[in-house]
């Protein structure tokens, strides 16, 4: 799949995972502009996936994908599972990004039944977060070995020209990422079992049509070792790597790829709290005090609304430990849909993370 043309219209458009390969030869991943740009970019993924016939010239070979693991319930296969006879997932990315900028809320007006949130109070909860951070322990990560989180997870089940539809219970996601640095093309391995699972039971790669070597899409623990412990460097490394898609905000970009490394990795104290003091600094981040997570832990949440995409991501975080505990993912605004306040159409529970030897391990039980 094209790294640069992966985004579709809007994500309250995402089919049901379990229907993909019986109703699109491209299995849809998210929606961020106009149906027209849909159409054309179902036509620039099949080009990708299009295998030659003899003396056919061989379409281009994408360009480094953006890892977009974390988004609930929602697996983005290249072609459909029959081309390949195994399900493949790809992995999303964008145009590049552009030095931060500081000041206000920066666009994206909720709905009637949006949250109260505050900015003055985010910058102090996320300092408060990172220091959590530097309190907690994290073993170094080998090479040789994995990074597991399992999590509940609770999609969209509504079709493109329906309304957001979510599941009727959530259901458990495993995933075991590899530490080696690569460059590898299967850079992870999701099992996911209940109703609403794609593939229930078996566990699927997470494949890239090029080889990724570690860094912000198949980011190992070493490699996030690595990273500036400073918030300015470090905002500004992540402003230059991550790629935004069409119809995203540069800063949405480095807010969700922040958001996705806290998420399903394992890195040391110090990086940890660089990126919730990075995270501080990105316009219209704004917090909200009391958030509901897919397992029904309430707690406090960081938010971002953006304006070009019509959508808002929160964080959530326990209110005592300041652990991170899930997060959500809601559509703003879709006159198409009849949506004018947030909508909610997935989110994620963190409820176990551990270090393991072999894929497809379940870690040792946690000592109560």
Sequence with gaps: MNADKSRWDHPSRWDHPSRWDQEWDLPPERHL????????QIDQDR????????????????????????????????????LA???????????????????????GTAGASAPSTTASGASVTLDRIAVAAMASDATPVRDDQFVYVRSLTLGNEGTFDGPVRLAKAPHERRIW???????????????ETGEG????????????????PAGIFHPTYKWLASLPTDPGALLDLLYDQVKVADGESREQAVFTTIGDLVSETVMPPANAAALYRAAARIPGVTQISDAVDTAGRHGIAITREDARSATRNE?????????????????THDPTKGIT????????????????????????RAKS
Aim: hydrophobic share 40%; charged share 20%; proline share 9%.
């Design 33 to 40: 502009h106009f149906k027209d740009v849909l159409m054309q």
């Design 47 to 82: 080009d990708q996936v299009h295998v030659p016939a003899t003396g056919e010239e061989a379409a281009p070979a994408p360009r480094a994908p953006r890892r977009r693991l974390l988004r609930p319930a929602v697996l983005v296969p290249v072609a459909s599972m029959a």
């Design 85 to 107: 006879g195994a399900l493949v997932v790809t992995l999303s990315g964008g145009g590049q990004g552009s030095a931060p900028a500081t000041g206000a809320r920066s666009g």
């Design 177 to 191: 990422t590899p530490q080696d640095p690569g460059p590898l093309k299967t850079v992870g391995w999701i099992l």
């Design 197 to 212: 699972a794609v593939m229930p039971g078996q566990t699927i790669p997470i494949e890239t049509t090029d080889a990724v």
């Design 315 to 331: 964080w959530i975080f326990d209110r005592d430990t300041l652990a991170f505990l899930g997060s959500r993912s809601y559509i």
């Design 341 to 364: 306040s947030d909508t909610l159409y997935g989110s994620t529970a963190i409820m176990r993370r551990a270090v393991v030897d072999r894929r497809g391990e379940e870690p040792a």
